[in-house]
């Protein structure tokens, strides 16, 4: 897995990782304004997706200008294949996880096979910090 870019490990240490990923969600690959006070309209469209004290402290950390969200496309699918796998071991059924993820049958018995424990636990678990190989912080926990 390769490492998140900088701003995006920047943004992991000022408003963790569940708000990073709900922002780079919302926001990934577009240009987002950050404002330094928080009762302007962009700050409202922040705050909708990441909370309001989240959008307070990443408009601590860069507010008052734009900011270019990566996509980060591996790091969210590697997210979602945890939550697929999660769900699966909590006895869901194959069709309901083609039905919420909008995957095929084959494609998600290809995620299920990765069961390796130490591939789980990226990049949800708590203390990954976007850098480095999750795998090798994954056996330090």
């Known amino acids: 897995m390769p490492d998140l870019p900088a701003s995006v490990r920047d943004m992991i240490a000022v408003i963790g ?35 309001e004290a989240a959008t307070e402290k990443l408009a601590g950390w860069f507010g008052d200008g734009f900011l270019e969200v990566p996509r980060c496309v591996a790091c969210l699918n590697h997210e979602r294949n945890v939550e697929i796998i999660r769900n699966y071991s909590a006895d869901t059924s194959i069709n309901t996880l083609v039905e919420k993820y909008k995957l095929s049958h084959r494609h998600l018995r290809r995620i299920l096979k990765c069961t390796d424990a130490t591939t789980l636990l990226f990049p949800l678990e708590e203390g990954w910090d976007g850098g480095g190989d999750p795998r090798q912080q994954a056996l330090n926990f």
């Not at 006070?37 to 909370?51: K, M």
């Open 17 to 51: 990782l569940p708000d990073t990923l709900a922002f780079v969600r919302a926001f990934g690959g577009k240009r987002v304004y950050i404002p330094k006070r928080l009762t302007s309209t962009g700050a409202a469209v922040i705050s909708e997706a990441i909370g």
